[in-house]
C-alpha cells in the first residue's frame, strides 16, 4: 500500500547540507495504523511531506497504492489526506460547512457528492449541531473535528497525521483519538507522528522510529514488545537510541 524504499533527503543551501532523512525503508499494509516516532529533528515530518508529494526524495522512491509520488503525484494526491501539526487553517468567517466546500471544491467533488460527503463526516464526527455556525467561535476541540474532515473531504484511504495532539488539551486529543479508531474499523491506512508514547501505544499496530534521520525500528508493536520483554514505549525507545548510538561508534 505504501512503499518507502531507500529514501534519502538531503536539504542544501549554498553552505550546509543537512540529511533529514537516511536509506529510509518500510512498508505499510492497507488498514494498518502506523506510529512514527522520534525526537525533534529526527525527520518525522520530512518523510510525512515526501509521502504526501511536497517533497521530493534525493534518491530512492515512495511508491502510494503503486503509485510513484514523483512520477504519478495526482494520483497519489487523490488517495492520502494529509493534516500537519496545528496549522488547522480553517476560515473563521466561514461555517464549518462552508470551509468543508472550500476543501471539496479543490478537490474536484461535484456538488451532490459535497453534500453527501458532509452529511457523512459530520454524522461520523457528531457535528451536526454546529455545521452551520462560523468557525471563530468554535473550542479546541471542534475547530479539530472540522480539521480532520476536511482532510478526509475526498474520502482518501490513507491519512497523514504530523503531530496531531501537539499542543492540544486533553479533550480534543481524546476526540482525535476516538476518531482515529473510527478511521481504523473503516479500513482506513493512517500513519501519524507523535512523541506521546502513550498515544501510540493505544493506536497503533505499528511503530516506525526514527532517530537522526534512521529508521532505528519498524514493525509490530506487540512483537517489539516481545522481543524487548517490555511494554514501556518509552523505555524501548531509549534503549534502542542507545544501543543505535552504540553501533554508530563501533
Ligand atoms: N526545508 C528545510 N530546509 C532545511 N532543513 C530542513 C528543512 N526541513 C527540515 N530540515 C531539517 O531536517 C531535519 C529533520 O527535520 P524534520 O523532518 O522537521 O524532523 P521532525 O519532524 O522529526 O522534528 C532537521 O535537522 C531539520 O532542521
Ligand atoms: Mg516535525
Redesign the pocket.
Known sequence: MIEINEVT?K???KKTS????KHVKFTVEKGQVVG?L????????????TIATL?TPTDGYVKVAGYDTQKNPEEVKKRIGVLFGGETGLYDRLTARENLEYFAVLYGLSKHETKVRIDELARMFGMRDYLNRKVGGFSKGMRQKVAIARTLIHNPEIILF??PTTGLDITSSNVFRQLVHQLKRDGKTIIF?SHIMEEVSMLCDSVAM?H??ELVYHGHIEELYQSEGSQDLNYIFMSKLVRGNETYAS
Open positions: 533527503k536539504f542544501k543551501d543537512i540529511t533529514a532523512l512514527l522520534g525526537e525533534n529533528g529526527a525527520g518525522k515530518t520530512t518523510l510525512l511531506r517533497l504530523d503531530e507522528s526514527m537522526k534521520g
